[in-house]
């Protein structure tokens, strides 16, 4: 038994392939072009090594080819799963549905196409067999459109998806992200931020925790002035260790944290940098 495992522009992330490693001999692929080139170069590789299972990392990217590789192999489709193991029909696979609140088991039988969650999971690596497929022509796959080129942004820190720590900022912030900077700094760890703050452009949209941002399972999660909001929690619950800094203690995100602060979040986000840089000296 196989599983490929397929992500976009680089390396395929070490808790996906220690997932796929479950469920079979692992095989990894990272094209490039177009959405259907992707999906058409996995395809390929699922049938050359007879592979049933193809697992990609939850992602925008990941979402559109998912659903063209799981149409091409005819196989089923689960999004969102944080485990997967196989069954004797095919595979069952685990997921959190409104915001966390509930679990819910998907069963698929024969092959399916699986976007994995992140996880808290910093196991060995397995041995993966990589490859390199050839990308076909734009109009092979039925569409007129050629990726041209493609401009990597420019981001300041650390990297919100494979950060170990993670200091997130909320509209309780009032606009000033400063004191989540400044601990991030100190900390070494990556800034994040809840959807309306980046949709009213207080931050990028790179920085956007939550279901439609960026999935993210690091060792320790700060929300400072962040209440709560489903999306949101969907996003960051994996994390290990949840710390919720807020003036309403009962903010949802505040009930769920391993530790809850009640009072200003600039305040003592400012006072906590100050801190943690005095100690590392």
């Keep these: ?92 696979a685990d997921k959190r549905e409104l915001g966390g609140t509930w679990d819910v088991t998907c069963d698929v039988r024969g092959a399916a196409v699986v976007l994995a969650a992140p996880v808290a999971d910093d196991g060995e690596v397995p041995d993966v067999v990589a490859h390199e497929v050839a990308v076909p022509d734009a109009a092979a796959v039925g569409r007129d459109v050629e990726v041209l080129a493609r401009t990597e942004h420019e981001r300041d820190g650390v990297a919100l998806a494979d950060a170990a720590a993670v200091v997130a900022g909320g509209r309780g912030l009032a606009g000033d992200l400063e004191p989540v900077r400044a601990l991030a700094d100190a900390l070494g760890a990556a800034v994040g931020a809840t959807r309306d703050i980046v949709e009213e452009d207080w931050i990028g949209h790179e920085a956007m925790v939550g279901q439609t941002g960026t999935m993210i399972a690091p060792r320790l999660y700060i929300g400072a002035g962040i209440s709560g909001a489903p999306h949101h929690m969907l996003g960051m619950r994996a994390a290990e260790v949840i710390v919720a800094v807020n003036t309403d203690p009962d903010a949802p995100l505040m009930q769920t944290a391993d530790l809850a602060i009640v009072g200003d979040a600039g305040e003592i986000l400012t006072r906590a940098a100050e801190l943690v840089r005095a100690r590392r000296g």
Excluded: F, K, N, Y
């Design 1 to 92: 038994m196989s599983a490929v495992v397929a992500a976009a522009h680089g390396e395929v992330p070490g808790d996906l392939a220690r997932l796929a490693a479950r469920l079979g001999d692992v095989h990894t692929v990272t094209p490039d072009g177009t959405s259907a080139q992707a999906a058409t170069a996995i395809v390929t590789l699922a049938r050359e090594v007879g592979a049933d299972v193809v697992l990609l990392p939850v992602s925008r990217w990941a979402s559109e080819v998912g659903a063209l590789v799981a149409h091409a192999l005819r196989a089923g489709i689960v999004a969102d799963a944080h485990t997967a193991r196989r069954t004797p029909d095919g595979v069952s």
